[in-house]
């Protein structure tokens, strides 16, 4: 039979009642993260995506229904817990607070998950076969607040949904992707505070020609953030930090905006200048009228512009990511690049696929391409394909003179790197003038 509570949190035994609320659940794990003495382990249970499935063929209370049936299992499977806390902290997420070591937690979980395999749950006249992710921590003394219980948890939900359905997985304190998220956690106020305050800075890094009959100057427009004590950062942190928390679209916009301002008061300019493109940007319809209206306000020639986007990035939504291109190549009339090729799914089969001007051979090959056979075949099949279809190719991350001559030996058309030419600073929203 199921633990349930009074409005003074004591359990108690019945029928199947109301949970635990999210600001109860993040009550009881304050209380337990100040008395470490008894272990704890926080089992935290999402279902998939069959409740959207639900609501979308029979409605919203058919979907109540479901989630319900799918409760009382779960409830029927590990009621039995000895003074076991549960609540629901979204409307498909649910967590068990168990007076268990972690690895007693962790058997339940995957007898959980295998009980769902194979379960089927009749909704009306629509079968269902719910799946479940579950995360798994001890609540041990290094979580002193609850907020920092439900980011570790959340980690380990993430890690099980990237395995698949039906998934388990722990996270550990001392995990490194849970101190990664915690100093992304801690930039997102500096992040936020540099785009409102135009404290990012726009830095450019050249794109240098290898083939004399390629004379466009290039440069790929890079972000750095300026402390207040005047010191710059490079970008890797707080592009994996926007990434992490969904702000890679207003990094994007930001971008753009203070590029075309740069261009307005640079009219003679002739360089092509490369800007990266996220994928929440190409999920975001409206950033094409956003672009056109900026290239108009600003007297941007498109021309200019070649918008970078990833392989990932097309890989995780092709038809979307195709279209997007197509509309800021034949629309706006940018170029087009596409970056961190070999990196993706798609395995260097699609590069036909793709309309873009210019093929990014990713940095991590170019890094073995002297020592590893893999990467030089790598570079050697881009740029063959490259020069198949008519397309230019980049090589990133040149720091050596013998990396140069061996992708001029290759075929490589422009090189991007240290040796060739390090960022420097393009434009400083705050020491320039505005027109806004």
Known sequence: MCLYFQQDNTPFTGQLMDLLTRPRVIETLKKISENSLVDYTLIYIEINNTLQITSLLQGMAREEELISAIQRLIFGKIGHLPDSYMGKLSWNRFGIIAKLPVETCVEIAEELTVFFEDKCINIGPHPYYPKIITGVIALSEKYRVPE???????????????????????????????????????????LKAGLSNNTLLLYAQPIVPLNKALMEPKAEVLVRYKEPDGAVNSDYHFLKTANLFHVGRDIDLYVVKQFCRYMQQNKHDDVVYSINISGFTVRFPAFLDIVSHAFKKYGVNAEQVCFEITETV??????????????????LGCQLALDDIGMGSSNLANLSKFNVDFMKIDGAFINNVLTDPYSELVVNFITSAAKLFNKKTIAECIETPQQLEKIKLLGVDYAQGFLTGRPKLLFDPLLSRTYL
Request: charged residues 25%.
């Open 148 to 190: 920092k219980i439900l980011t570790a948890v959340d980690e380990a939900l993430y890690q099980a949904r990237r395995t698949g359905n039906n998934a388990v997985k722990v996270i550990d304190h001392n995990a490194p992707v849970f101190h990664s998220y915690y100093d992304a956690l801690k930039r997102i106020p500096v």
């Open 314 to 331: 097309i890989d995780r939504d092709y038809p979307q990511a195709i279209q997007f291109m197509h509309a800021l190549k034949n629309q």
